[in-house]
């Protein structure tokens, strides 16, 4: 099995709501990932979990909260969003991190809109 | 610090044409470099990558890519274009650092938007 699932495949949501997306794999990666991406740009990073622990956060605001609860499971917590943070959040997994020759396997993405 | 820049934001070729998309990137240490295909409102699926070894590598679907140090480029080619092909293509190295310490972010280039014409 070399598939990232994710749900939902679309969400809209206005600025008041708390939504969450998930993210699944069954490969043993120890990597997981989540990217923004906008329409016409590539993807942008916003967190990487390693061993299910916070690795990086590029500079992401609080509104976006990330969790880990075991090595298969990424969820993406939503809360007060702004208009501007509708987009494609697409999920990556690795086999682990900072092996920089190791391939992200993407998931289909989360379409989100922010109204 | 390594970088990618894609030549073209769109190409468009005929069906059975050749395609090439041009991608040269900066690092100043061995680069890991790769090709994702992101076809409309779907994730990413990786083409093909570079790590060691030999420079021309195969990839799925018909694509290959040459690593030539000299030119500081990876172009992706497929000798002949179908409709299927049409998609957004990222050029993407992997972040090493100035002194080859390994962090594993893909660092993408732009993005070069594949029409294919019948």
């Known amino acids: 099995d070399t598939e990232v699932t994710q749900t939902p495949k679309h969400l809209v949501m206005g600025m008041t709501n708390k939504k969450s997306l998930k993210c699944e794999q069954h490969?043993?990666?120890?990597?997981m990932y989540w990217y923004k991406q906008k329409a016409k740009k590539p993807p942008e990073l916003m967190f990487v979990y390693s061993y299910e622990k916070l690795s990086i956060n590029e500079s992401v605001p609080s509104r976006f909260s990330p969790e880990c609860p075991n090595s298969s499971l990424l969820n993406l917590h939503l809360h007060a969003l702004q208009p501007e943070d509708s987009a494609l959040y697409l999920c990556?997994?690795?086999?682990?991190?900072?092996?920089?020759?190791?391939?992200?396997?993407f998931g289909p993405g989360t379409r989100l809109t922010v109204l | 610090a390594q970088s990618v820049t894609q030549l073209g934001s769109h190409v468009s070729v005929s069906e059975g044409a050749l395609v090439l998309l041009r991608c040269n990137y900066s690092s100043s240490v061995p680069p890991y470099l790769f090709w994702y295909v992101q076809y409309p409102n779907q994730g990413l699926q990786l083409l093909l990558k570079?790590?060691?070894?030999?420079?021309l590598v195969k990839g799925i679907n018909g694509f290959e890519a040459e690593f030539k140090k000299s030119e500081t480029s990876f172009h992706l080619t497929k000798p002949s274009a179908h409709m299927s092909d049409a998609a957004e293509y990222f050029c993407a190295v992997s972040d090493r650092g100035n002194y080859g310490g390994s962090q594993g972010n893909l660092i993408f280039g732009k993005g070069t938007k594949l029409s294919v014409k019948p």
């Open positions: 990556a997994s690795s086999q682990d991190y900072g092996t920089p020759y190791n391939e992200q396997f």
């Open positions: 490969m043993g990666h120890r990597a």
């Open positions: 570079y790590t060691t070894g030999a420079t």
